[in-house]
């Protein structure tokens, strides 16, 4: 087996020296009943890697792939041009087959990328401090909300009806275990935010208010104003960003006073990948740094004066506080961390807002050119690079419709609100820069048909 | 023991600390020191070319007009800046990596490709479900195979990693208890348990008492059946220990919670010593996480992305979380929200967005494949000859606790007994650096003082294991003997011990210039 060094040789000549007859002696702690013979029954036996790349590219090809075609998915997950440098460097065997940085000397290329990290997510979301990430969006902003928790020893947490559902969802789960109350609802087909009525909304027992942005429907808002009402009742101001590339072109949540900003970086360097791995960006002002979840990369020096780096404040996390950790977080998404950190060096500043502007104007030239479609109209009064459409008709059986002429035309809200009759003919469309004008020509025609 | 090269650095050879002479880079030939991108990089700077020119954008008192500050490289220097970085981390790639519970197996270049196929890599979650149909299937074979490995019901593939995975099954109990009208508060916990574990059951609002461990390393079973009663909603228990012994008892404790109306939670981080060879659902386990990251080989990228998928029970299964994959003749389909009421009813809901880490079941599934079942029973085997072998060739040397209780599995446990006055375990993690190793895990299972454990994994030949013993002897010896220059090893790694006490007290977080 091409994995496996040792030889039979050297199998017999390890048994004899740890003084074991045979392999089954080292096992002999397994209770009978739970002994096998031979190898588990009913599974296929080893396979040579010819046979598994044919096997595995098979599978690959029963996929509509994204790129194959016009592609206008986002709702949390948004397809954008990555470098080829980016994933080069990502398989460099130093950071691919590496460890959690436990031993500093002998890992600073992570620690030093990580504190690179952390300082490209505080800039980008205008906060104080980042941590080195966490699994994903979602379980960021259930952290968010359980570290406002503590933050605040009030449990009741507002979220804002244009949060992604299943956000939502994540955090309803765990509010169910945790006693924590969560004040939510669906979003309703407006072009304004439910922000205003938010701040109205927020009472002594408030611990946050969580808003998206931009949010599920694609709409912005200033949150300024939210984030005075949070300031002046005690609560804390929790911003969700799942298109992290919008704030090459908006201001930034932090910028307009949320306390703690979390994200989904995956539209930067990562990929769509079905669903993971991602990576979560959790960012909050400096005075909250000591109830963050998960690893924090710190800058220190060594024996000899250098400069160096370190995991740090470990005294908040598991492998030391256990059952009063603030986070029960261990793995995170560290190599997802690196390929947004190369990406984002790779854009820098310039390249960011050049991108965002881009996305921005094409998404502008998309809606402007769906909304010509025959009773389809336009939601949204602002948007960066989703929009909602509202159909004369279901949402979901057009997509269906859509993608038998080739086209994946977006996320229709039936799909993300199944309960919820009032969004049904609602149609989220993300335009990004891999979108081409045939691509918008394409959609638009399609959808003309379908709707005829 | 014969070295691999034996005419190479040996540690009396130089024992007074680096060589002191300096350059004007601050560079040693191959060993190139790499300022920070903020001190290299320019907000001007793009590495990337656009196709068009934009107008201006209209977004009034939204616009974000402040400088963001964000650092851009051209694409020349962002490939140097990251690869010089890359040379500053030990890996797998360059050698022995026994970081005892971890795993640090080779990982298949083959699984990087298969992940990278388009059918994977460029889908998106949302698609409709008649165009991701190998995408679900991808997910639907590496479920099986989970399950029959496991002997176990069911399986919940969305967990992110171990620690999401543990919540994912510490929530399935709390979701059975309630279906049965029970409000039972208090998981179990063996002292020995990993730090996730504790911190699991807190996060979900359990009260965690510990488990006492009987002399030879494992659980009294006759202490942890004193304790059961209606208040206990189950144990959390690690199988093979963090002492790398299999929990003989297991299955007399499985039946025992059962009896008393508990559920066995059983961390799988060490599946590897097991896997194709034990089966846990025979052994009355109700749930477990696999690690695919460390059992499969999915690769630990400098810590993280993971994958934790959560093997279930009958008696679990139905509240296992959405979204997840069934199979209707031939063709794959998703229970998510709206179809779950008639499909899946008492699930507990849905813990991530999206349906877990696609990027890791195909390198999982790769990896699962090319062994067979019959290559996976191999794979146990030889990881636990392996470790057997370094617990015999170095308990003459370093204190082994349990060296009496029978073989170990996967991973052999020292202490530091035995050591000299003022050298700790800490100093022969950082000699074993000078050696060109990964330092084994260190302070961990808490249960031992200065614990070391180290698991070499199945991927390293006899030839590395001989060579790593005769090191770690050395460096065992050189501790026992009061060897000043151990105290400040490392003294050829990119950077000398670090200051840990002044980064925790003076954070430096981000980059302030």
Known sequence: MRYLPLTPDDRAAMLAAVGAASIDDLFADVPAEARLSGPIPGLPMHASELAVERHMAALSRQSRVAGDGPFFLGAGAYRHHVPASVDHLIQRGEFLTAYTPYQPEIAQGTLQMLFEFQSQVARLFGTDVANASMYDGSTACWEAIVMARRITRRGKALLSTGLHPHYRSVARTMATYTGDTLVDGDPTLEPGTDWAALSRAIDKDTSCVVVQYPDILGRIDDMSALAEACQAAGALLIAVVTEPVALGLIKAPGEMGADIVVGEGQAIGVGLQFGGPYVGLFACKSKYVRQMPGRLCGETVDANGKRGFVLTLSTREQHIRREKATSNICTNSGLCALAFSIHMTLLGEAGLRRLAAINHQRAKAAATELAKVPGVSLLNAAFFNEFTLVLPTEARPVIHRLAEKGILGGVSLGRLYPDNDALANGLAVAVTETVTEDDIAAFAAALKEVLA | MTALNPAGWRPEMNAGGADDSTTFTGNRALMLEEPLLFEIGSTETTGVDFDEDVAAADLGPLARSAPIGLPGLSESETVRHYTRLSRQNYAIDLGLFPLGSCTMKHNPRLNEKVARMPGFAD???????????????????????????????????????????????????????????????????????????????????????????????????????????????????????????????????????????????????????????????????????????????????????????????????????????????????????????????????????????????????????????????????????????????????????????????????????????????????????????????????????????????????????????????????????????????????????????????????????
């Open chain 2, 123 to 513: 889908v998106h979650p949302l698609q409709p479900q008649e165009t991701v149909q190998g995408a679900y299937a991808v997910i639907h074979e590496l479920a099986e195979w989970l399950v029959t490995l496991t002997g176990m019901h069911a399986v919940a593939m969305s967990p992110k990693a171990g620690a999401h995975g543990e919540l994912c099954g510490v929530l399935c109990i709390k979701a059975a208890l309630a279906a049965r009208g029970e409000d039972r508060r208090v998981l179990l916990v063996p002292e020995s348990a990993h730090g996730t574990n504790p911190a699991t059951a807190a996060f979900a609002g359990f009260t965690v008492e510990d488990i006492p461990a009987n002399a030879e390393g494992r659980v009294d079973l006759a202490a942890l059946e004193e304790r059961l009663g209606p208040d206990v909603a189950g144990v959390m228990i690690t199988n093979p220990n963090t002492c790398g012994l299999f929990e003989r008892d297991l299955k007399a404790i499985s039946d025992a919670v059962h009896a008393a109306g508990g559920y066995i939670y059983c961390d799988g981080a060490n599946f590897n010593a097991i896997v194709g060879r034990v089966r846990p659902g025979d052994l009355g386990v109700d749930a477990m996480h696999i690690n695919l990251h460390k059992t499969f080989s999915t690769p630990h990228g400098g810590g993280g992305p993971g994958s934790g998928p959560v093997v279930l029970s009958a008696a679990l299964a139905p509240f296992a979380p959405l979204p997840f994959v069934t199979k209707d003749g031939d063709r794959f389909r998703l229970i998510e929200e709206e179809n779950a009421g008639e499909a899946h009813p008492d699930s507990f809901g849905r813990m991530t967005a999206f349906h877990g880490q696609m990027g890791m079941f195909t390198r999982a599934l790769a990896y699962i494949l090319s062994h067979g079942a019959d290559g996976l029973k191999q794979v146990s085997e030889d990881a636990v000859i392996n470790a057997n072998y370094v617990l015999r060739s170095l308990e003459d040397v370093l204190e082994a606790p349990f060296a009496a209780s029978g073989p170990c599995m996967h991973e052999a446990l020292f202490s530091d007994k035995g050591l000299a006055e003022g050298f700790s375990t800490l100093d022969i993690a950082k000699g074993l650096i000078d050696e060109g190793y990964h330092p084994m895990t260190v302070y961990f299972p808490l249960v031992v003082h200065g614990a070391m454990l180290i698991e070499p994994t199945e991927t390293e030949s006899k030839a590395v294991l001989d060579q790593f013993i005769g090191a770690l002897r050395s460096i065992a010896l050189r501790a026992k003997n009061g060897d000043p220059a151990l105290k400040s090893a490392p003294h050829f790694a990119p950077r000398a011990r670090l200051d840990e006490t002044l980064a925790a007290r003076k954070p430096v977080l981000r980059w302030e210039g």
